[in-house]
């Protein structure tokens, strides 16, 4: 199974604006670490929950809501070359 890569989606959203919020989310759980991005002076976010210690992005979503509500999912197809670039 391909997973797109964290650093090279950060990597795109910092080159797109975005700078990453030093709060960041632990679900030992659930095996999983959210991260925020955010522009400034803007109020869309993306989320980007990674599994812990690994390079592995699991969902991206964007938003404008709490971390719970508002949000909409990110479509990762692996058929497109954007996607494809990003992999690991």
């Known amino acids: 199974m391909k997973f797109v890569s964290f650093n090279k989606y950060k990597a795109y959203l910092e080159s797109s604006g975005y700078v990453q919020e030093k709060e960041t989310n632990e679900y030992y759980d659930a095996n999983l670490t959210t991260y925020l991005f955010s522009k400034p002076g803007e109020k869309l ?27 909409d999912n990110v479509i990762i197809d692996m058929r497109k070359k954007f996607w494809k670039n990003l992999c690991i």
């Open 45 to 71: 976010k993306y989320l980007v929950n990674v599994f812990r210690n690994t390079d592995k992005v699991i969902s991206i979503a964007n938003g404008y809501g709490s971390p719970y509500l508002g949000w």
